[in-house]
């Protein structure tokens, strides 16, 4: 039986784990030590705070694409394949930083639901190989084209002023972040 994670499930963890008070008390993973500590002011870090819900939040958005499809672990993991191409199952399973068993689960129900195909290495019979189907590259497509609808539906209502303000610090924190962009396609979410 799949078991499917719903978005509203997902939201109401994120806004838990998100939700700070007056104080920043409740914050998760909070250390005592914060905005103050490295001299920003709680506005800004904050101001940051809601704009990571706001691109989580269309993220999921672009998810609902799936529908029943797949679960979301299905698709993180086709997500990962499709950028790989036709990868020995190890590797898939090394890139999703998922344990080789969980990939074989997860590839029997999309191979089952047409989203995968599994082969064999020509060197080596032993070894078996995964590729993401058309298929699967197209709801791959359908939702990483539903997240830049959305994200464009919200540069376009800014002046050109603000997009330029917000492209040029959004590359640059980017940059700043240490690779923390890099981890999104192996993370929890297929951001």
Request: hydrophobic fraction near 45%.
């Amino acid at each position: 039986m799949t078991r499917y994670v719903t978005l509203e499930r997902v939201g109401k963890t994120l806004d838990a784990e998100l939700s700070l008070d007056a104080s920043g008390a409740g914050r998760a993973g909070s250390s005592g030590t914060g905005a103050a500590d490295a001299g920003l002011g709680a506005g800004e870090v904050g101001d940051l705070e809601q704009l990571t819900r706001a691109l989580v939040g269309i993220t999921l958005q672009s998810l609902e694409v799936l529908g029943e499809e797949v679960s979301l672990p299905q698709f993180r993991l086709l997500l990962v394949a499709s950028a790989l191409g036709r990868v020995p199952s190890s590797r898939l399973a090394e890139a999703a930083t998922l344990p080789a068993s969980s990939v074989t689960r997860l590839a029997d129900r999309l191979e089952a639901a047409g989203f995968l195909l599994r082969g064999a290495d020509p060197r080596s019979r032993s070894i078996v190989t995964i590729e993401v189907t058309a298929a699967g590259r197209d709801l791959v497509a359908r939702v990483v084209e539903r997240r830049h609808a959305l994200l464009a539906a919200v540069l376009e209502r800014m002046r050109p002023n603000e997009r330029d303000a917000v492209t040029r610090a959004a590359r640059r924190f980017t940059e700043l972040s240490g690779g923390a962009a890099d981890l999104s396609g192996s993370g929890p979410l297929p951001l």
